[in-house]
Every structure is written in C-alpha cells, then in structure tokens.
C-alpha cells in the first residue's frame, strides 16, 4: 500500500498556489477538519515559539490523516534530534528556522532522508507510514518525495544568501520571516520600509530562478493580494490567535454598537 502522498508539494511543484494557516495557540482535536471546512490545505504548528510538545504533534499529525490536509511543522530547534522524531510521528514537512546558507540548508534536507542520500534513521510500520509495513524501498521513495522542506529567510545573512539556498535540492520553499526580518535589518516593525520590501522581491526572485515557491504569513488581505501578485504561492492566512481574537473582537464590538 503506497504511502499519503503531499498534496501541497505537488501543487507548489506544478505551479500553483496553495493556501493555509499557522497554529501556535490552539490543538484542538477537530482543529484539522475545521480547518479543511475552512479551505485550508495545510497547517504551519509552531514548536518554536509555542508549548506543543512532540505528542501534541502526534496526536494533530493522526487527526489530519485521511483529511487530505497536510500537517507542516516548524521545530523548537535546528536539531537533528527534532526532525527525526517529528518525521516518525507523522510531520510531512518543515519549517526551518533562520537558514542562512546553503551548506546549512543542505544539511538540514540530508536529516529527512534516509542513507546514501541523508541520515535518517530507520522506522517502518510506525505512524509516517500509516502503520502499514511495506516493502521499505518503496517506503523510502514514498516519504522522501513526499515532505516538503521550507526555509525561514529571516535575517540580512540568509537574505544575501538566498539564490544559493534555493538552488539546494530538496529546499521546496522560500518563506519570509518579516518581522524577524525587519529586526535584522535595524528597522523592526516596519514593513513596508524599501529595505524590507527589497528582501519581499529578492527572496520571490530566488525562488522563481530554481522552480520552487515563496511563502509568506498574510497578515491581512491587503498584504496577501500584495504578495501572490509579486510571485508567492504559499500562503498562510493569519495565525490561530489573531484569527481568534479578531472574529471574537468584532463580533463584540458589534454588538456593542447596536446597544
């Protein structure tokens, strides 16, 4: 029996624009269906800036299965420890954190293959490949294909870097960081600065050149409309609590006004 495949890698490598979310707040166990109710195809969970544990992980992983939404994580660290264990339990791609060259990129893409080409460690019949045990080099081929490597571009060094770091085979994605972005560049917060607005086509660019997708965190439509019409095809609308605070915010302040 074949392995799930990445829904979201195949329409980013054949051109097209794929569209979600990320969570930092919120695990709900019918997160991922509301989130397919929602149009989502995918979620970002962040393990860096949040408490997720690694069954936290596990158990949202399970609940996207069958679903046809594709569970994308960003780990607490650049460790190779990390992607291991969230390849196992079921994370069909990542979100890496502050890459500033190839040769760390590389790196990072060798922890989610398995040896001559990587150095990930061995598990079948476990949760990744759906508990089925298959012929392993079939296994092998099938989750490989299948997990999607995006890279943070979040500071001046992986900005300078970029055109080398998307040249590397297996970085899918190119993924604007803004706001650490902008704190690199001396000018925190402020994103439509020329210099911030630079790295927006710079990394769009890079990406284009070597066939892969840039990515981005649209904090408001404007700003998505904005950057799909610039050249980014990964779109993540919002995060879990702005998304929260916001529809609760306006509902209330609504109803205020009709006191």
């Not at 019918?30 to 929602?38: D, R």
């Not at 596990?58 to 594709?70: D, Y």
């Not at 990129?105 to 460690?121: D, I, N």
């Not at 089925?132 to 500071?155: F, G, M, P």
Request: proline content about 4%; aromatic content about 8%; some cysteine.
């Amino acid at each position: 029996m074949a392995v799930r495949g990445n829904p979201v890698k195949q329409k980013l490598a054949s051109g097209g624009t794929t569209y979600g979310t990320m969570i930092f707040e919120f695990l709900s166990p019918g997160l991922p269906q509301m989130s397919v109710n929602a149009g989502a195809e995918f979620l970002f969970y962040d393990m860096e800036h949040s408490g997720f544990g690694v069954s936290d992980m596990k158990s949202q992983c399970a609940a996207c299965r069958g679903l046809g939404i594709v569970p994308l994580v960003r780990p607490p660290g650049k460790q190779y420890q990390y992607v291991a264990r969230l390849l196992d339990i079921g994370a069909m791609g990542f979100l890496f954190q502050m890459v500033e060259s190839a040769e760390e990129a590389a790196e990072l893409v060798s922890w989610t293959r398995y040896p001559p080409r990587g150095h990930r460690g061995a598990i079948f019949g476990g949760a990744h490949d759906d508990y089925h045990s298959t012929k392993i080099a079939d296994t092998i081929a099938q989750v490989e294909a299948r997990t999607l490597n995006a890279v943070l571009i979040e500071t001046e060094a992986g900005l300078a870097n970029v055109d080398e770091i998307m040249a590397v085979d297996g970085v899918d994605v190119a993924h604007l960081g803004h706001a650490d972005m902008s704190i690199s560049m001396g000018i925190p917060g402020q994103f439509n600065h020329p210099k911030l607005q630079g790295a927006v086509d710079k990394i769009a660019e890079a990406a284009a050149k070597h066939g892969k997708a840039a990515a981005t965190l649209a904090v408001d439509t404007a700003w998505g409309e904005d950057f799909m019409e610039r050249g980014y095809r990964m779109m993540s609308w919002s995060y879990d609590i702005a998304l929260f605070q916001s529809g609760l915010g306006a509902g209330i302040a609504s109803l205020k006004a009709g006191d």
